[in-house]
């Protein structure tokens, strides 16, 4: 069982940064690919970013190409999303996922384990 626990969310203007956290409880951290997804209201679920624990490699989506960079932690099994540049449409529950893959990718159907979500209210 892989348990998630997201962080940091909150309110900040446009043009402003904000950083989760999405501490993972798991004792093969490295088997496993993070994700950050979003979800506005109305909207449906979206990958933001992505990254494999087993290689490095990271994803983005090109709404956020630029002004997001992931990052992890393996020795504190935590994976980051700092986000700049913020925009009033980056307003999103955000939720980290983790996926048993090598690759990570940015479809929420292939997550096998989701965290909680923490609110990114982005005010214009």
């Known amino acids: 069982e892989v348990q998630l626990q997201a962080s940091g969310g909150g309110l900040v203007q446009a043009g402003g940064s904000l950083r989760l956290s999405c501490a993972v409880s798991?004792?093969?951290?490295?088997?496993?690919?993070i994700g950050w997804f979003r979800q506005a209201p109305g909207k449906e679920r979206e990958g933001v970013s992505c990254i494999s624990n087993t290689d490095g490699s990271t994803n983005y989506a090109d709404s956020v190409k630029g002004r997001f960079t992931i990052s992890s932690d393996n020795a504190k099994n935590t994976v980051y999303l700092q986000m700049n540049s913020l925009k009033p449409e980056d307003t999103a529950v955000y939720y980290c996922?983790?996926?048993?893959?090598?690759?990570?990718?940015?479809?929420?159907?292939?997550?096998?384990?989701w965290g909680q979500g923490t609110l990114v209210t982005v005010s214009s």
């Open positions: 996922a983790a996926d048993f893959s090598s690759w990570c990718g940015l479809w929420p159907i292939e997550q096998d384990y």
């Open positions: 798991t004792f093969t951290f490295d088997d496993y690919a």
